[in-house]
């Protein structure tokens, strides 16, 4: 089974409220954009000299927490009852 038709099992609740927030007067002067790099599902793309993120598709692995260097990620789990389930393994 590839990795898109497991990811394709998963269920989303999706808040209104975004659980992962950039701030982009840290994050603009940043050399290597990371996130942008290491996340496994490409939440975080690079428009410009801008981070853009989608958290609806988070999986909430903290990777990108780990690879932002620069402080400029706030990350928290999503409220109760939102997030992602996960359906298989």
Not at 28 to 45: A, D, E, F, G, Q
Request: aromatic share 8%.
């Amino acid at each position: 089974m590839e990795i898109a038709d497991k990811l394709a099992l998963n269920k989303f609740s999706v808040d209104t409220i975004p659980h992962l927030k950039i701030d982009q007067e840290k994050c603009h002067p940043c050399p290597h954009k990371n996130c942008t790099l290491v996340c496994p599902v490409s939440n975080y793309t690079q428009e410009g000299d801008r981070v853009v993120l989608s958290w609806e598709g988070c999986l909430e692995c903290g990777t990108c927490r780990i690879a932002c260097d620069q402080g400029s990620l706030q990350w928290q789990y999503p409220r109760g009852g939102f997030g992602i389930a996960y359906r298989l393994g």
